[in-house]
């Protein structure tokens, strides 16, 4: 039973215009959500983190957005760039078990020129 | 600074058989995590060592057993291997678990 979701398996977008990659997630005791970003043949790094006590947050081109009564997450990017084409990993941890971050199966995002 | 390194990356074994996987966290990172990625299922997190303790534990079964050193490197060991072990292994490294995990490259793991 998969607690973090991400619908689109796959997703392409034209360079210059946002790419919107969404995450739902099932366990309400989820309180601190992350993104990750996967280049192949790379571990994947940290993006970008938002805690439930915020519903949005913002760094450069990234924007990630928190609607925690729809249990939905999304990360925004504004302006797509190629760089960008990579593996995007939501995930999430509960403020109990902060050492278990349990990561959705990841969408893949292709910029296309 | 080096980051996680693991070792080997890439690995070609036989049913039946067993395999060890090793991981050298950032040096001052005491959590160290591991997770399984397989293309349908994304990454599935394994279990979390803390000061040579496994603190969190996935659904995965025995088979699948790590242990920590006193200086924070991390082994995982899977016994009786199936094919439905091959995937890539993942480790990911931070001071103190929670947040700020760094990952290796990780071990491709085929299984034949």
């Known amino acids: 039973d998969q607690q973090v979701k991400q619908n689109s398996p796959s997703l392409s977008v034209q360079e210059g215009r946002i790419s919107i990659l969404n995450c739902d997630y099932t366990?309400?005791?989820?309180?601190?959500f992350l993104w990750y970003k996967k280049y192949p043949a790379e571990g994947p790094t940290f993006l970008i983190s938002?805690?439930?006590?915020?519903d949005k947050n913002e760094d450069g081109r990234f924007t990630v957005f928190l609607n925690k009564s729809a249990k939905h997450l999304s990360l925004h990017i504004v302006p797509s760039q190629p760089g960008d084409s990579a593996v995007y990993f939501c995930?999430?941890?509960?403020?109990?078990?902060?050492?278990?971050?349990?990561f959705g199966p990841g969408t893949s995002l292709s910029v296309i020129p | 600074k080096a980051g996680v390194t693991q070792t080997p990356r890439y690995l070609i074994k036989t049913r039946g058989q067993q395999v060890t996987l090793s991981c050298s966290p950032i040096?001052?990172?005491?959590?160290v995590s591991w997770y399984q990625q397989t293309p349908g299922q994304g990454l599935q997190f394994l279990f979390e060592?803390?000061?040579?303790?496994?603190?969190n534990k996935g659904n995965f079964p025995g088979r699948f057993s790590g242990r920590q050193f006193s200086n924070s490197r991390s082994e995982m060991n899977v016994s009786t291997l199936e094919l439905g072990d091959s995937a890539l292994y993942l480790c990911?490294?931070?001071?103190?678990?929670?947040?700020?995990?760094?990952f290796g490259s990780g071990t491709r793991l085929t299984v034949v």
């Open positions: 990911a490294s931070s001071p103190l678990g929670g947040y700020g995990y760094t």
């Open positions: 366990n309400s005791m989820f309180d601190y």
């Open positions: 938002i805690s439930s006590i915020k």
């Open positions: 995930a999430a941890s509960e403020e109990t078990s902060y050492d278990k971050v349990i």
């Open positions: 040096s001052g990172h005491r959590s």
């Open positions: 060592y803390f000061s040579e303790t496994q603190r």
